[in-house]
């Protein structure tokens, strides 16, 4: 009796859940292999994954390339750091008309800054979306630029020197203070961004998005309003960020204006085009090779990057659809 072939898992499936059992085990292992460093390692890995795969909402979905996404990302760590600093030290953010004072709840901080990096991106694809190709790109660099210098400028917050969080966020329920129990909420945060993102990119916005990246003129006569499907999904594209910032902040417990430069913005960037521009969970393998092979390579060479150039030259040359694609084969998970 012949067994269709649709009952066995296909390699893609095989792949995530191979990743999904992987990082679900890792707390254990590295106790069992005392080697217990790679829980805070691979929570930095998660963090990132987390801001890549938002990119790529944003990137692979909508074909809006961005060189200021790190802005968002910086905001979101920023809100947590300040939020703490006024806690701490018993300062209101407003007194007028109502008294807001600081916060060190995750409950509360956290989607304080998903929603102000939101609201940051709302104003600054609102204006980037009107531009197209280079000038967007641009654009998004400008903002990025003129965010991070502001916060060079904020001496009261440390300006260039950055400002640290005296400890992490509380949480009903967990002790962020435990490496591990942090390591498994950013999994979880982690792994519900990537089921919003998979289901939002399968359901009509997604489509209308996918539509507008590959000929917004057709969809504009077909009367969709293009411009607001792609402010929305550039919109929960920083959302993301400020998520991944807002983790960040309590992962190092410190934020420098840096993690709105430019530069962040390009290995944001890199992890999308390593793992996988328009798959979702390419980005958690882009994310994962880069931040390893940093890691690895930095204990032979300051000069690190020397070696890992030839790696991406690779990569582009030999696996253009990026690490999963390479592994998985076939087309990307949405187009």
Same mark, same amino acid.
């Given at each position: 009796m012949q067994i269709p072939l649709a009952r066995f898992p296909n390699?893609?499936?095989?792949?995530?859940?191979?990743?999904?059992?992987?990082?679900l085990a890792l707390p254990p292992i590295a106790q069992m292999i005392d080697e217990v460093y790679l829980v805070t390692l691979f929570s930095r890995i998660l963090i990132y994954a987390l801001a890549a795969v938002s990119l790529d909402l944003m990137l692979g979905l909508g074909g809006m390339v961005s060189l200021g996404h790190?802005?968002?990302?910086?905001?979101?760590?920023?809100?947590?750091?300040?939020?703490s600093f006024h806690s701490l030290e018993n300062l209101p953010f407003l007194t007028w008309p109502i008294v807001v004072g600081g916060s060190e709840n995750g409950l509360v901080v956290w989607p304080a800054a998903v929603a102000i990096s939101a609201v940051a991106a709302a104003v600054v694809g609102a204006l980037s979306l009107r531009t197209t190709g280079m000038h967007f790109i641009m654009i998004t660099l400008a903002f990025a630029q003129m965010l991070y210098y502001f916060f060079v400028s904020l001496e009261a917050y440390g300006g260039d020197d950055g400002i640290s969080l005296f400890a992490r966020n509380t949480f009903p329920g967990?002790? %962020?203070?435990?490496?591990?129990? &942090?390591?498994? @909420?950013?999994?979880?945060?982690?792994?519900v961004f990537l089921f919003f993102s998979f289901r939002l990119a399968a359901a009509r916005f997604g489509m209308v998005v996918k539509g507008c990246r590959e000929n917004e003129r057709r969809m504009k006569s077909l009367g969709f309003p293009t411009f607001r499907y792609?402010?929305?999904?550039?919109?929960?594209?920083?959302?993301?960020?400020?998520?991944?910032?807002?983790?960040?902040?309590?992962q190092t417990e410190y934020v420098s204006p840096g993690l709105m430069h430019w530069t962040r913005s390009g290995e944001i960037l890199v992890m999308v085009l390593l793992g996988g521009m328009g798959t979702l969970f390419g980005p958690v393998l882009g994310a994962m090779a880069?931040?390893?092979a940093e890691e690895?390579?930095?204990?032979?060479?300051?000069?690190?990057?020397?070696? %890992?150039?030839?790696?991406?030259? &690779?990569?582009? @040359?030999?696996?253009?659809?990026?690490?999963?694609?390479?592994?998985a084969g076939g087309n990307s998970t949405h187009g």
């Open positions: 390699r893609r499936t095989i792949i995530v859940a191979a990743a999904a059992l992987l990082l790190a802005a968002f990302f910086g905001i979101g760590a920023y809100v947590v750091c300040i939020s967990l002790d %962020l203070a435990s490496d591990v129990q &942090f390591y498994y @909420l950013c999994l979880g945060a982690l792994a792609r402010l929305v999904c550039f919109v929960i594209a920083g959302a993301g960020a400020g998520l991944a910032g807002a983790l960040i902040a309590n880069l931040l390893l690895i390579l930095s204990i032979y060479t300051e000069h690190w990057m020397v070696y %890992l150039g030839p790696f991406l030259v &690779f990569v582009v @040359l030999f696996a253009k659809r990026g690490i999963y694609g390479w592994i």
